[in-house]
């Protein structure tokens, strides 16, 4: 079956670091993608691999690794605004229909 | 550009009764898809469009209609409203690709509840 599977839940402190994991066995792959998503609000992009390697944009960077299935979502010098639901996402397939994880709360506190 | 709208933002329905969800966008985007979140889950996909005219089910598609007379517009209809439909509904679109996938904009959500 498809499968998508990241932690719970994250506590870390204001400018620190946090690393969300992500393995996923899916049908289909035609990249990975990172969802913030913040209390009663729609998800934003964050970040799409879809080759092997890091990709890094700011204070967020994201990895894959194709042949373990398997991503992480790195946070760098966390704010307290980075408080949110992370989501891991795979395309399977051309149509860019998308399957999810069950999405990683990330609490900062002070 | 108002990006992915979606309307109503709320809506209660009693068990039975009949709706649409109405989502359109204003970004000349092919591909539209529908999903509903429920409370600590992930995003489910019940139907997307790759065109006008072109729906297809995804993975939680029972209980649902779409359809997709324009590149702008992709209402979700529910017929005879069940408790289990009780979720957050979004709406979303992205740029179309033979090859590659794109980020996809999300609307704000409808907060439907059934009862």
């Known amino acids: 079956g498809q499968n998508i599977d990241q932690p719970t839940e994250m506590t870390a402190t204001e400018g620190a670091i946090v690393q969300i994991n992500c393995t996923y066995q899916t049908s289909g792959f035609n990249g990975l993608f990172w969802y913030q998503q913040h209390a009663g609000e729609a998800p934003t992009f964050l970040s799409y691999n879809v080759l092997d390697g890091l990709e890094e944009k700011g204070r967020f960077s994201s990895f894959l690794s194709r042949s373990k299935g398997y991503s992480y979502l790195l946070l760098k010098e966390l704010q307290m605004k980075d408080s949110a639901s992370y989501l891991c996402a795979v395309s399977t397939d051309s149509w860019g229909k998308l399957q999810f994880g069950a999405g990683t709360q990330v609490v900062v506190t002070p | 550009n108002a990006g992915v709208t979606q309307t109503p933002k709320f809506r209660i329905l009693k068990i ?51 359809s997709r007379s324009t590149t702008e517009d992709f209402p979700l209809r529910l017929e005879l409203a069940a408790p289990s439909q009780t979720s957050v509904y979004f709406c979303a679109s992205s740029y179309s690709s033979e090859n590659l996938s794109y980020e996809q904009y999300f609307g704000p959500g409808t907060r439907l509840t059934v009862t």
């Open chain 2, 16 to 66: 039975g009764q009949s709706m649409t969800l109405q989502c359109a966008q204003d970004m000349n985007h092919n591909y539209m898809y529908w999903y509903r979140q429920d409370p600590g889950m992930g995003l489910k996909l019940i139907y997307y469009s790759v065109g006008a005219g072109i729906t297809d089910k995804g993975e939680v598609p029972n209980g649902y209609n779409v």
